[in-house]
Nanobody, 117 residues
Framework: VQLQASGGGYVQAGGSLRLSCAPS??????????MNWYRQAPGKERELVAS???????TYADSVRGRFTISRDNAKKTVSLQMNSLKSEDTAVYYC??????????WGRGTLVTVSS
């Protein structure tokens, strides 16, 4: 299965974007555990932005808490990230990731978010 992230783009500081991630198929894939969003800014390591567990438990990076909201649709096997009050430091390539209950996880190719100050 492959993941496709969408919704990235260019926005001014203070603006909003919504990222979405969907698998290439919804049948015959392993049971999904957590659905996650990571990001990697130029010259920096990839970092976890937000994670939503199978049961709904949510974790946010301190830098985005209160501004970003992660959600998942278990029926459609999709995950979204609503990003509000964007800052220039949010500029990065955003990657979605599915961690399966069994077996290795899978990554999307990434979608670029650029926030101008």
């Amino acid at each position: 299965v492959q993941l496709q992230a969408s919704g990235g783009g260019y926005v001014q500081a203070g603006g909003s974007l919504r990222l979405s991630c969907a698998p290439s198929r919804t049948r015959n894939i392993n049971t999904i555990g957590s659905m996650n969003w990571y990001r990697q800014a130029p010259g920096k390591e990839r970092e976890l932005v937000a994670s939503i567990a199978r049961g709904g438990g949510i974790t946010y990076a301190d830098s985005v808490r209160g501004r970003f909201t992660i959600s998942r649709d278990n029926a459609k096997k999709t995950v979204s990230l609503q990003m509000n009050s964007l800052k220039s430091e949010d500029t990065a390539v955003y990657y979605c990731n599915f961690a399966f209950v069994m077996g290795p996880g899978v990554w999307g190719r990434g979608t670029l978010v650029t926030v101008s100050s």
